[in-house]
Nanobody, 116 residues
Framework: QVQLTESGGGLVQAGGSLRLSCAASGRTSSNYNVGWFRQTPGKEREFVARVSASGSKSYADSVRGRFSVSRDNAKNTVYLQMNSLKPEDTAVYYC??????????WGQGTQVTVSS
């Protein structure tokens, strides 16, 4: 079992940057995919970005070109670099892990607030 812990959230002005981290503990071999998701009150959790075990990456249209996902397998950590932040990026950000099929391990979330 893998436990995930997000960090790096906070308050930033529009146009600013933040880097979120997702640290894995427990069964920490690197053969799992990691996704970033976000959720605002009253809305469903939405996909933001993903990095596979092999390193391939994908992004939601709303963040492509502004956000970048990367992983450091030696540190068992996945990062989400968020640039050119907009007020609509305000949300609780979660990371999740999958091995085969669905996202089966989730972190507790970290709040990102972008002021206008």
């Amino acid at each position: 079992q893998v436990q995930l812990t997000e960090s790096g959230g906070g308050l930033v002005q529009a146009g600013g940057s933040l880097r979120l981290s997702c640290a894995a503990s427990g069964r920490t071999s690197s053969n799992y995919n990691v996704g970033w998701f976000r959720q605002t009150p009253g809305k469903e959790r939405e996909f933001v970005a993903r990095v596979s075990a092999s390193g391939s990456k994908s992004y939601a249209d709303s963040v492509r070109g502004r956000f970048s996902v990367s992983r450091d397998n030696a540190k068992n950590t996945v990062y989400l670099q968020m640039n050119s932040l907009k007020p609509e990026d305000t949300a609780v950000y979660y990371c999740a892990a999958s091995w085969v099929g669905s996202w089966s391990a989730w972190g507790q979330g970290t709040q990102v607030t972008v002021s206008s």
